[in-house]
Nanobody, 121 residues
Framework: QVQLVESGGGSVQAGGSLRLSCTAS????????MSWYCRAPGKEREWVTD???????FYADSVKGRFAISRDGATNTLYLQMNSLKPEDTGVYYC???????????????WGQGTLVTVSS
């Protein structure tokens, strides 16, 4: 009943920037936290950053100072501004959201399909 769709991935050179978007749609009552994860080639999916319902932001050490997470409550869209990209940032980036729905009132954990980011040296 709810879904997330990511966009904005692409191929860039080291030092470049990308801005990823994730839009939630469906029968949404509210959105609590939203997160970005990355699955690098040959590695498990790892947490990158999240933003809580209260607006607090947290980052993995590897992206601090380079990435910025934000959200637009009016459009239910999550963003990831990625600056000073490094080859090790390469991977499929997934959006995750903790979403409240009604009847009954409950929270769902929802994942997007992923968007590929490739950073070349």
């Amino acid at each position: 009943q709810v879904q997330l769709v990511e966009s904005g991935g692409g191929s860039v050179q080291a030092g470049g920037s990308l801005r990823l978007s994730c839009t939630a749609s469906g029968s949404i009552f509210s959105i609590n936290s939203m997160s970005w994860y990355c699955r690098a080639p040959g590695k498990e999916r790892e947490w990158v950053t999240d933003i809580t319902g209260g607006g607090s932001m947290f980052y993995a050490d590897s992206v601090k100072g380079r990435f910025a997470i934000s959200r637009d409550g009016a459009t239910n869209t999550l963003y990831l501004q990625m600056n000073s990209l490094k080859p090790e940032d390469t991977g499929v980036y997934y959006c995750n959201a903790n979403i409240a729905v009604l009847d009954p009132y409950r929270y769902l954990e929802v994942w997007g399909q992923g968007t590929l980011v490739t950073v070349s040296s």
